[in-house]
RNA sequence: GAGGCUGUAGCUCAGUUGGUUAGAGCGUCGGAUUGUGGUUCCGAAGGUCGUGGGUUCGAGACCCAUCUGCCUCCCCA
C-alpha cells in the first residue's frame, strides 16, 4: 500500500522540530520568567466537557471519537434510532461518541482548574503547549492538527494580569526577532457600549463581527453588513465616528469616554484599558519593538470574552494573526465554580514557524545537534576513535563516531551533509603520537591538538 | 457546511488537436579520488502519470467518482 497522512496533519522532519523547539524554547523560558508553571491534559476529553463552548460553529469543528465495542451494545434498537438521527442532522450521543479530541487548551484548563480548586494556590498561571485538533478545511497556515501555546492567569481580576501577558508578547516576538509585530488591544466592554451607543445592545455579536473585517472589506464593506443586520442608519453613523478617530492609545481613550464614558460599561472598559496601559508602561523595556495598538475593531473569535482582549500580527507576511487572547469572567461558571476570573493569551506556534521560515529568521546555529564527529579509519584506528569519543561526551560534548570504515570522502560528504560543525580525524599518526586533528567545517581549517585542547576548544566553540 | 483550481521520478516542472519505448534540471547512488566535504567531469538507478471506474482501435491528456494539496466564502490559530 501506498502510505499517506490523513488530511490536514504534518510530519515534522528533523529540521523541522529543531526549529519548533527553538520556538517553544524562547516561549517557555519567557514564561516561566514571568512565574507561569507547566500543565498538560489529554488528548481526549468528554464530549460534554467541550460541546457547546466554542459555539455552534464551534461544535461543528470538534473532532469526535467513536464508542469502542458498539458491536457488542446490548441496545440494538436505541443504537439504530440515535444513528437514524445523526445521519439525518449535526447531533451528537453519548450512545455513539462520548470523548472527542481536544478543540483549545483553554476550556481543558477551566476543567482541571475546577478539578483541582482545592488543592491549587490562586492565582493560578500556568502555560500550555499541546497540539489541539479541529475538524476544519485545511488550507495555508490552516491545519487539522496543530499546536496552540497558552499562557492563562485564573483566580486574580487585577489588570496587572493583562499588562503582564502584554509584556510576554512583546518579550516573545522581540526573542523571536519578528518585525512588524503589532499587538491590537481592544475591551468587550467598549464593545458592548458601542452596541449599546447605536441603539442595538442585543445586536453587540453581529456588530462586532461585521467590525472585525473591517481591515478585509473596508468601512463602506462594513457598512453594507452592518445595514444587513437591520443596524439603524444613525447607528451605522455612530460606529463610523467612533472607528475613524485617530491618535494614541491615550488621546483615543480621552475621545472614546467622550462617545462612550456616560454608558457604565463604556466607562469600565476604558477604565479598564486605562490601567493596563498604566501598569504596562511601568514594566514594559522601552527597546522592545512590538507596538501596541488600541483598536476598536479588534473582535476576537470566541465568545467567552469579557473584558479586555487583544491580538497579534505581523506586517512583514500575508499571514492572519499570530496570536490572541483577553479576559473571560467567568470560564469556570460553565462547570459550577463561580468567581474566578481568567486572563489568557496564546500563540500560534504553526503561523509563527511560517513567518519565521519565510523571513529566514531561524538562527543558523540551530544545525544537527551534534558538536562534531569521529571519522572512522577502522582497527586499531578505531578504537583510538572510541577512546575518544567517551572522553568527548563525559566532558558533555555531543558527539558520534561514523560507524564503519568508509571511504574519506563519504565521510567527509556525511558529515557536511549533516551540517556538523566540526570532524576529528584520528588515525594513525595521531593515535602514535596521542593527537588529533580537529577539523572546522565551516571554514575548513584544520588542527592539530591534544584531547585535552580540543576539549575545551570545542567546549568554548560548540553552538 | 458552500463554491473553484490542482496532482507526471525523492524535489521543481516539460509533455502539441488523444497516436510508437513519458523527458529535463536538481537530488540520490557508483566511478574519476583507499587521509580531506561544500566545486568539476563521467556513468547508473529511479514512473502501474494520485487512486478507481468509463469513453476510444488507442488515454498522462477526455468523462465520472474518490483522495490529497491549494484558493474564495464561513470561521479561526
Not at 424 to 432: P, T, V, W
Request: proline share 4%; hydrophobic share 40%.
Amino acid at each position: 500500500m501506498k502510505p499517506s497522512l490523513p488530511q490536514g496533519t504534518r510530519d515534522f522532519s528533523p529540521t523541522e522540530l529543531r526549529r519548533r523547539q527553538y520556538i517553544l524554547g524562547t516561549l517557555r523560558q519567557i514564561f516561566e520568567c514571568y512565574g507561569f508553571q507547566p500543565l498538560e491534559t489529554p488528548a481526549l476529553e468528554q464530549l460534554s466537557t467541550l460541546m457547546g463552548k466554542y459555539g455552534e460553529e464551534g461544535d461543528r469543528l470538534i473532532f469526535k471519537v467513536l464508542n469502542n465495542g458498539l458491536h457488542t451494545s446490548k441496545k440494538k434498537d436505541e443504537l439504530n434510532e440515535e444513528w437514524a438521527r445523526l445521519l439525518e442532522s449535526p447531533y451528537s450521543t453519548p450512545a455513539i461518541t462520548e470523548r472527542a479530541l481536544r478543540y483549545d487548551l483553554t476550556i481543558p484548563f477551566a476543567r482541571y482548574v475546577v478539578m483541582h480548586q482545592h488543592e491549587l494556590a490562586f492565582p493560578f498561571k500556568r502555560y500550555q503547549m499541546q497540539p489541539v485538533w479541529r475538524a476544519d478545511r485545511p488550507q495555508r497556515g490552516r491545519y487539522r492538527e496543530f499546536w496552540q501555546c497558552d499562557c492563562d492567569v485564573v483566580g486574580s481580576t487585577s489588570l496587572l494580569q493583562e499588562a503582564e501577558l502584554l509584556c510576554i508578547y512583546q518579550s516573545a516576538f522581540e526573542a523571536l526577532g519578528i518585525p512588524g509585530v503589532h499587538i491590537k488591544l481592544n475591551s468587550r466592554k467598549l464593545l458592548a457600549a458601542l452596541a449599546e451607543a447605536c441603539g442595538a445592545a442585543d445586536k453587540m455579536m453581529d456588530i462586532t463581527i461585521a467590525l472585525d473585517k473591517l481591515d478585509k472589506i473596508g468601512w463602506t464593506g462594513v457598512q453594507e453588513e452592518l445595514m444587513r443586520m437591520n443596524i439603524s442608519e444613525s447607528g451605522i453613523v455612530v460606529i463610523g465616528n467612533i472607528i475613524h478617530i485617530k491618535g494614541s492609545p491615550d488621546e483615543l481613550l480621552a475621545q472614546y469616554e467622550q462617545h462612550l464614558g456616560h454608558f457604565e460599561t463604556g466607562r469600565q472598559g476604558i477604565d479598564e484599558l486605562r490601567s493596563t496601559l498604566s501598569y504596562h508602561s511601568v514594566l514594559a523595556e522601552s527597546s522592545w519593538h512590538p507596538q501596541l495598538k488600541l483598536d476598536i475593531s479588534l473582535a476576537r473569535g470566541l465568545n467567552y470574552y469579557t473584558g479586555v482582549i487583544m491580538e497579534v500580527t505581523t506586517d512583514a507576511v500575508k499571514m492572519g494573526s499570530i496570536g490572541g487572547g483577553g479576559r473571560y469572567d467567568d470560564l469556570t461558571g460553565l462547570f459550577g465554580v463561580k468567581g474566578l476570573s481568567g486572563v489568557g493569551i496564546s500563540f500560534g506556534i504553526d503561523r509563527i514557524y511560517d513567518v519565521l521560515d519565510e523571513l529566514g529568521l531561524f538562527p543558523e546555529s540551530l544545525g544537527s545537534g551534534v558538536d562534531c564527529i569521529l571519522l572512522n579509519f577502522g582497527n586499531a584506528d578505531e578504537q583510538y576513535a572510541l577512546s575518544i569519543l567517551k572522553s568527548l561526551r563525559a566532558a558533555g560534548i555531543s558527539a558520534e563516531l561514523y560507524p564503519e570504515a568508509a571511504k574519506f570522502d563519504k565521510q567527509m560528504k556525511y558529515a557536511n551533509k549533516r551540517a556538523i560543525p566540526f570532524v576529528i580525524l584520528a588515525g594513525e599518526s595521531e593515535r602514535k603520537n596521542g593527537m588529533l586533528s580537529l577539523k572546522d567545517m565551516h571554514i575548513g581549517e584544520q588542527k592539530l591538538l591534544s584531547l585535552s585542547d580540543a576539549i575545551s576548544f570545542l567546549t568554548t566553540n560548540k553552538s
